[in-house]
């Protein structure tokens, strides 16, 4: 699919079987999610712009590459996305955070909001939109909606698992953002979860049920 980059680097993929695995332990599945995270987050962040600057090492002067612009947004959709979030701030620890509280409905599917809460300034920064299952894609364009309607005009979703339904209707609904995922799995099932697929992230990731 266009804009859609799959990341199949075997560090990744190997610490991906290892969470579909259903014996996997909670404090495990949560180590292994933070640190996948760091991983996607490398790709997700590979393009970002960086200008010369001038700088003194213990040798010499020089100049050298550096961000450039404002501080990056992580945005965690609720409350999944705070395993993702975790191993991104690891990396890019200066990064601003969003979050995003969305439910979904178990009879319609759809995402329902009760939390938001964001930078004032998130149309001059990048905002990367994190939640590791893009199943049915509702709570992902409800969350991306949002965000554009708040002003952030340069965004891109990461996610862990992608189901090709969901992917076909988030790169329809926001043909301009860019989504960076571990796997694109087979299908959805009657109960909208993804297969093969690995769960509820969020169960897996506290324990809960």
Do not use: W
């Not at 200066?94 to 178990?106: E, M």
Request: aromatic residues 6%; contains cysteine; charged residues 25%.
């Amino acid at each position: 699919m266009n804009n859609v980059t799959v990341v199949n680097h075997p560090l990744v993929q190997h610490k991906l079987t290892l969470m579909r695995n259903k014996d996997t332990s909670t404090a495990s599945f949560r180590r292994l999610l933070r640190e996948i995270s760091l991983l996607l987050c490398y790709e997700v962040t590979r393009d970002l712009e960086v200008e010369d600057v001038e700088i003194e090492t213990p040798i010499t002067e020089m100049q050298s590459p550096k961000l450039k612009g404002k501080k990056l947004v992580f945005a965690s959709i609720l409350r999944a996305g705070n395993g993702l979030l975790e191993g991104m701030l690891d990396l890019v620890p200066s990064a601003r955070v969003a979050h995003i509280g969305l439910y979904r409905d178990h009879e319609t599917l759809e995402a329902i909001e009760y939390y938001f809460k964001a930078p004032s300034d998130i149309a001059d920064r990048l905002v990367i939109v994190v939640d590791p299952m893009l199943a049915t894609a509702n709570s992902a364009i409800a969350a991306v909606d949002r965000f554009k309607r708040r002003g952030a005009n340069n965004l891109r979703f990461q996610c862990l698992l992608a189901a090709p339904e969901g992917l076909k209707r988030f790169t329809e609904a926001h043909p301009d953002v860019p989504v960076y995922t571990a796997s694109i799995d087979s299908h959805l099932n009657e109960h909208g979860y993804i297969v093969p697929g690995l769960g509820d992230a969020g169960d897996r990731m506290y324990g809960t049920r």
